[in-house]
């Protein structure tokens, strides 16, 4: 992991060395401003996604510290969607519930609604009594009486399933699965509690902090935005499944009935409580299909001068020269030209940390030459 150590202090030491020993801190008595604001501001404009130049979009910043997986237990951390039959809308807050079992429209997949405030009411999520365990979705699920469900990304482990491979014999599959005993409603399913099961009132989530604006330990990184993604044959047996890149986009429409083009992803709203809606470009067959889904991380906020950058100690060299030419606007005695001659100078450096990232060749492909979806 790359060391970051740098604050905002030692940022707006070097911008104070570069505009005549100006304080940034407290200036009028405003607490801590515009330093912060300064770096703020710096960290934003490069985490959002985008080199501007003279009005023109030059390049994308698709930084690989920044890079954050969300896929199966044998790639990542076991958070993805996995799709059902007809859907496109998909609200997420990274646990899913599965069956399995290809051709049936009742597999597939729903999102467990683990939030502290569960967006349909009631309790937690996941609660237990009498020894069976009530498992409440944020959409409608598929799932019947008798079915084996499977479920990943939960934050309590006794409610996560298996997924087991073999390298050698080329095999692969789900286990720790839990048979509905009953399914009260479309958003609602039970089954028998085991032992070490207690109420799960937590999920992942989505850029959840706490009062000082710090990543909650058990919370997802906040999304910024959607970089790739790729579908992979959850029912698959074998070792490895068969995983293809689809699209990843800023939008889609509403689509009533598959159109044959090859398959696009977008991450369509931030409901701002860990939630995030994504859409798929068409509706999705019986045959229910794992969602893995690649995104930059949106900038944290920086609260104080001991505040760390999230940032590679080896490239700090942008943020100095970024967060300079922000400092320009607020320094006595800099003419607009200057300023204009110090964003360039960012740019530069900004294109610069890119083109080492961008060392290696791109194999990358944006989409399959066929849909996978199509059931």
Known sequence: MATRTTSVQKVIDYCS???????????????????????????????????????????????KFNR??????????GNFIVTQYGVQDYRWAGASAFVLNSGSANAGGANVDLLANPINGGAAGITVSGGIVTVQTIDPHPFQQGATVFMSGNTVAAYNSTYSFSATAH??????????????????????????????????????VDANGLLVSTSLYPFGWLESAYVQDINNAQF???????????????????????PQVCMLVDYDNGVLKFRLSDPVGSSPWQI???????????????????????????VNETALAQAFRYAKGIKADETTAQMGISNMMIMSALAGEDREDNAFVVAPEMSLMRG
């Open 68 to 77: 954050k997986e969300l896929c199966g237990p044998e790639r990542g951390g």
């Open 292 to 318: 893995n889904l690649v995104y930059q991380a949106k900038a944290p906020k920086l609260i104080a001068p001991n505040s760390i950058f999230p940032w590679p100690d080896d490239m700090i060299y942008v």
């Open 17 to 63: 060395l570069h505009t005549s020993l100006q304080t940034y801190f407290n200036v009028g008595g405003v607490t801590n401003e515009p330093a912060l604001t300064i770096c703020n501001n710096t960290l934003q404009m490069l985490l959002s996604g985008l080199v501007i130049q003279n009005g023109q979009k030059l390049q994308k910043m698709p930084w």
């Open 240 to 262: 490895p499944q068969p995983i293809k890149p689809i699209g990843a986009v800023k939008e889609l429409p509403v689509n009533y009935v598959p159109s044959g083009n090859p």
């Open 171 to 208: 095999t692969s599959g789900w286990s720790g699965g839990w048979t509905i005993l009953t399914v009260p409603n479309n958003l609602h399913f039970t089954f028998a509690a085991t032992v070490g099961q207690t109420v799960n009132s937590g999920a992942p989530g989505f850029g959840l």
